[in-house]
């Protein structure tokens, strides 16, 4: 996301409480799909849904993973910020 290139500019405070939300968000994407595929009828022309469906919750399950991550690095270092003369 762009987003994540301008988080080192802001307050980490602000940054986790967004990245909070957008798990908030997230979670909801992943719950949304996984009922889909629940759901769907089972027929010979559903199987792409529940493929589809598969891939958005898989997908929102690894930014949830990654967001969490991120989330632990900047209440651990306290920014997102580089230190100075860092390489890397």
């Known amino acids: 996301d762009l987003s994540l290139y301008f988080f080192k500019?802001?307050?980490s405070e602000v940054v986790v409480k967004r990245l909070k939300n957008r798990l908030a968000?997230?979670?909801k994407i992943k719950d949304w799909m996984d009922d889909l595929e629940k759901n769907l009828?089972?027929?010979e022309h559903s199987y792409y849904l529940a493929i589809m469906a598969q891939h958005s919750s898989?997908?929102?399950?690894i930014e949830i993973e990654f967001t969490n991550r991120l989330i632990d690095i900047i209440q651990?270092?306290?920014s997102l910020s580089r230190e100075k003369g860092e390489n890397s």
């Open 9 to 11: 500019f802001m307050k």
């Open 25 to 27: 968000g997230l979670g």
């Open 41 to 43: 009828p089972k027929g």
């Open 58 to 61: 898989r997908v929102a399950e």
């Open 76 to 78: 651990t270092k306290g």
